[in-house]
T-cell receptor
Framework: DAGITQSPRHKVTETGTPVTLRCHQTENHRYMYWYRQDPGHGLRLIHYSYGVKDTDKGEVSDGYSVSRSKTEDFLLTLESATSSQTSVYFC???????????FGPGTRLLVL | AQTVTQSQPEMSVQEAETVTLSCTYDTSESDYYLFWYKQPPSRQMILVIRQEAYKQQNATENRFSVNFQKAAKSFSLKISDSQLGDAAMYFCAYRSYSGNTPLVFGKGTRLSVIA
């Protein structure tokens, strides 16, 4: 599982509240990613990081921000959650061996 | 921008039979990686198989193999001797060889296995 954990695993929140999801890795990988998965859309990239304090936007970055202050943690923040952000969120890393992405277990977020 | 297309939203196969899932992609690059991921009901994304574009030999992993046709930009997944545990969503993905580029995913194919 490439040593990736996500917290929380499930969260219910209300519209307008801030939410932070955490991705933690134990193997010192440089690249980390946040995706969201919705029916009919597959996985879409929100933001990614290629090093401490180095991040970039993905396909669906509006309404999301990220931070990476240390190698092992990549945080995804919804500044003011909306119902359209109800989704399953996956974190991933890119392993140096074979340049392959491995995924965390996912976080199911429900915004009421 | 690269795109990945999986034209079969759903497929089914009888247990012990063989099934092929289709994937095509669009790119102007010559060096890249291709992947198939499996997502069972647990929602965990599991790497099934990986192919590097410069390798002409098709990748295989036990009962899983690919048919990589670079000129046609096609990357199909063959599952032999299908088992009930193969029932899942399958995603095809592309990544450029260079730099920071992340994976680009198709929308997935839901595979059912019939006992």
């Amino acid at each position: 599982d490439a040593g990736i954990t996500q917290s929380p695993r499930h969260k219910v929140t209300e519209t307008g509240t801030p939410v932070t999801l955490r991705c933690h890795q134990t193997e010192n990988h440089r690249y980390m990613y946040w995706y969201r998965q919705d029916p009919g859309h597959g996985l879409r990239l929100i933001h990614y990081s290629y090093g401490v304090k180095d991040t970039d936007k993905g396909e669906v970055s509006d309404g999301y921000s990220v931070s990476r202050s240390k190698t092992e943690d990549f945080l995804l923040t919804l500044e003011s959650a909306t119902s359209s952000q109800t989704s399953v969120y996956f974190c991933a890393i890119r392993a140096r061996i074979q340049e392959t992405q491995y995924f965390g277990p996912g976080t199911r977020l429900l915004v009421l | 921008a690269q795109t990945v297309t999986q034209s079969q939203p759903e497929m089914s196969v009888q247990e012990a039979e063989t099934v092929t899932l289709s994937c095509t992609y669009d790119t102007s690059e010559s060096d890249y990686y291709l992947f198939w991921y499996k997502q069972p009901p647990s929602r965990q994304m599991i790497l099934v198989i990986r192919q590097e574009a410069y390798k002409q030999q098709n990748a295989t992993e036990n009962r899983f193999s690919v048919n990589f046709q670079k000129a046609a930009k096609s990357f199909s997944l063959k599952i032999s001797d299908s088992q009930l545990g193969d029932a899942a969503m399958y995603f095809c993905a592309y990544r450029s060889y260079s730099g920071n580029t992340p994976l680009v995913f198709g929308k997935g194919t839901r595979l059912s296995v019939i006992a």
